[in-house]
């Protein structure tokens, strides 16, 4: 691996992971994917490495949900969080608990546009505002105020979310 490529897997790699793993929902998967994204910067050398690999990376998660679209498969959430750390078991309600915040985060970021939650997720990754306009297309000068909308939103899903859940509780 040439020491640029080096570099850049070293900063970014984890972050990769997670914004992939943000689309997916699947930790193995969006390791694999991560891993195809540098071994594509080993052959393209980008101009702009740290976005062309968020770029790359978003590119492979729509290919990967387009084709489980037509297998007819679901996406499924995993019980744990691929961040987490290693060799340490949670207890069971721990656990149950962890998976369902992941499950509200998941519902809620469906719940957003899909600019919004490209533009969180990027945001997440630690990409900077002009790194996120180049990827989505949008003004440098209109990141900030889109980022801060997302966020509302997805406050705003997350809170409906509950809601809803609290209301079919007390039906139940």
């Known amino acids: 691996m040439n020491d640029e490529v080096e570099q850049l897997y070293q900063n970014t790699y984890a972050a990769v992971v997670r914004f992939l793993y943000r689309k997916v929902w699947d930790a193995d998967r969006a390791e694999d ?3 195809e994204v540098f071994v594509r910067a080993l052959s ?3 101009e702009k490495p740290r976005a062309w690999v968020f770029a790359v990376a978003a590119n ?4 990967e949900a387009r084709a489980a679209v037509r297998r007819k498969k679901h996406l499924t959430l ?3 969080d691929p961040m987490s750390q290693p060799g340490t078991e949670p207890a069971v ?3 149950m608990e962890h998976d369902e915040r992941m499950a ?3 519902r809620a970021l469906a719940g957003l546009t899909p600019r919004d939650r490209e533009v969180l997720l990027l945001w997440d990754a630690g990409l900077s505002y002009p790194e996120i306009a180049a990827q989505t297309g949008l003004a440098v000068g ?3 105020t889109t980022l801060a909308r997302a966020r509302k939103r997805l ?3 997350h809170d409906r979310q509950e809601h809803e859940t609290e209301g079919h509780a007390a039906h139940s």
């Not at 492979?60 to 290919?63: S, W």
């Open 104 to 106: 509200a985060v998941q």
């Open 78 to 80: 995993l019980t744990g």
């Open 44 to 46: 393209h050398r980008p």
């Open 93 to 95: 309600d721990q656990q």
């Open 155 to 157: 406050v705003e899903s």
């Open 33 to 35: 994917l991560a891993q």
């Open 142 to 144: 209109a990141i900030g």
């Open 60 to 63: 492979l998660a729509r290919d």
